[in-house]
């Protein structure tokens, strides 16, 4: 999360730059088989093996859907977070997480393995930074879920889910990462595209969030992108 828009209406993927260096690997214990946890009051489950990253899990689904709270969607629509050992084949082996549209299944790889790939974002990969992964793909599904079977260009979802990642992060961290790649975000909506996001997803998230904090009014600005009013539908 350099990824590639393979299937722009189908699956959108957050990916992970490889490093050699390797973060200290956090201990979960495991179930042989996955099994759903309620997250509390919240509209939002988790299917996992490691019922002890729960917590963690719901808090990323949390901060998604309170941010997006003013999104409307079904009232009886739940959505679940799959904590995977593995995901689907296809994507690139950095890739930490994905939304498949068509059948608004997310995935996201279980916090070990994640802990295991050492930087995200040119910082130290942690718990919470994992949260924040869960936060960006909750963000994908809700907005899929307000979309029902509308298409939306893959650079509107990705914009709506960093913006939804860097505003729920913690100050120090959302600092720290920003710091780490410096810019001034996006000058024009021309800009928010896709080939900007396939060529550097990362760098497209920063400077998304940049974009975002511009905008007169950021809830109004969001809402225009989902309705497909700022970034036009690439042609199949």
């Given amino acids: 999360m350099r990824e590639r828009l393979v299937m722009p209406r189908a699956l959108t993927v957050l990916a992970l730059l490889a490093v050699l260096a390797c973060g200290t690997r956090q201990a979960v214990a495991s179930s042989s088989e996955p099994s759903i946890h309620h997250c509390p009051r919240l509209r939002a489950e988790v299917l996992t093996r490691q019922p002890a990253t729960v917590p963690e899990a719901c808090a ?10 003013w999104l409307p ?9 799959e904590l995977v050992s593995a995901l689907p084949s296809g994507l690139r082996p950095d890739a930490v997480g994905c939304y498949a549209r068509g059948s ?13 790939r050492g930087m995200w974002f040119a910082v130290p ?7 924040a992964v869960i936060a960006h793909e909750v963000a994908h599904a809700m907005v899929g879920c307000h979309l029902k079977d ?3 260009a893959g650079a509107a979802h990705e914009y709506v889910a960093y913006v939804t990642m860097f505003a729920t992060l913690d100050e120090s961290t959302r600092v720290a990462a920003l710091a780490a790649m410096p810019g001034e975000g996006f ?8 080939f900007r996001y396939a060529f550097d997803p990362m ?3 920063v400077e998304s969030y940049r974009h975002w904090l511009r905008q007169p009014d950021g809830q109004a600005y969001l809402m225009s992108i989902i309705r497909g ?5 690439m042609p199949p």
């Fill in 125 to 131: 990969v942690s718990p919470r930074l994992w949260r």
């Fill in 60 to 69: 990323g689904a949390a901060d998604a859907l309170g941010f997006l709270a």
């Fill in 73 to 81: 969607r079904d009232a009886d629509e739940v959505i679940r977070v």
């Fill in 187 to 194: 000058a024009h909506d021309a800009e928010i595209n896709d």
């Fill in 203 to 205: 760098r497209f998230g």
């Fill in 150 to 152: 509308r298409s939306l």
């Fill in 229 to 233: 009013s700022i970034v036009p539908e």
């Fill in 104 to 116: 608004r299944r997310l995935m996201v790889l279980e916090r070990d393995l994640f802990l295991q």
